[in-house]
T-cell receptor, first 116, second 111 residues
Framework: GAVVSQHPSWVICKSGTSVKIECRSL??????MFWYRQFPKQSLMLMAT?????????EQGVEKDKFLINHASLTLSTLTVTSAHPEDSSFYIC????????????FGPGTRLLVL | QKEVEQNSGPLSVPEGAIASLNCTYS??????FFWYRQYSGKSPELIMS????GDKEDGRFTAQLNKASQYVSLLIRDSQPSDSATYLC???????????FGGGTRLMVKP
């Protein structure tokens, strides 16, 4: 099956630090990548959708200046949490899809962010 | 009305029983449906997809789709404790480019 990786898997940082998370599709070209956030015992929350080479589309209530998304190539998207604060501590998960795969979304393993 | 509705559970079944997970959706145009499993602390993993009305079987899993009723279900036969997880239903949106996730049903299989 299609494989999506994320790096790093864990981040602990001080408040005010910017954190970059990478999402890669390893064996397919992802026309679309998605970024989700999940707080403990809560549902997946879609943050934004990005297509290669174009600006990301953010969900209502998600600050685009705080969560910078760059979909630089068909296999790489990055999410940068700028000036992270404790309330940004969460589980960040990316997924990738491709029309050739029937728009099935394949998820990365997630990145757990803890802001002190 | 939520776009995708699932009973949050927990749904508790004994080991070896059939677990039945249900999902209703509001977008009549949806043509493709996906079931994901999410273990606690992990990211979702794809179980199966279904596109046509009726049943689709894959091992111990059977997905059922009724587009007229806007209803999709997942049956797990011979449930095992390792099946204990949250199951997410996700129809493909009408633009055909994004999944809409339900809140998930937490399944507990007791030995």
């Amino acid at each position: 099956g299609a494989v999506v990786s994320q790096h790093p898997s864990w981040v602990i940082c001080k408040s005010g630090t910017s954190v970059k998370i990478e999402c890669r599709s390893l064996d397919f070209q992802a026309t679309t990548m998605f970024w989700y956030r999940q707080f403990p015992k809560q549902s997946l929350m879609l943050m934004a959708t990005s297509n290669e080479g174009s600006k990301a589309t953010y969900e209502q209530g998600v600050e685009k200046d705080k969560f910078l998304i760059n979909h630089a190539s068909l296999t790489l998207s990055t999410l940068t949490v700028t000036s992270a604060h404790p309330e940004d501590s969460s589980f960040y998960i990316c997924s990738a899809s491709d029309r050739g795969l029937g728009e099935t979304q394949y998820f990365g393993p997630g990145t757990r962010l803890l802001v002190l | 009305q939520k776009e995708v509705e699932q009973n949050s559970g927990p749904l508790s079944v004994p080991e070896g029983a059939i677990a039945s997970l249900n999902c209703t959706y509001s977008d009549r145009v949806s043509q493709s449906f996906f079931w994901y499993r999410q273990y606690s602390g992990k990211s979702p993993e794809l179980i199966m997809s279904i596109y046509s009305n009726g049943d689709k079987e894959d091992g111990r899993f059977t997905a059922q789709l009724n587009k007229a009723s806007q209803y999709v279900s997942l049956l797990i036969r011979d449930s095992q404790p390792s099946d204990s997880a949250t199951y997410l239903c996700a129809p493909l949106n009408n633009a055909g480019n994004m999944l809409t996730f339900g809140g998930g049903t937490r399944l507990m299989v007791k030995p």
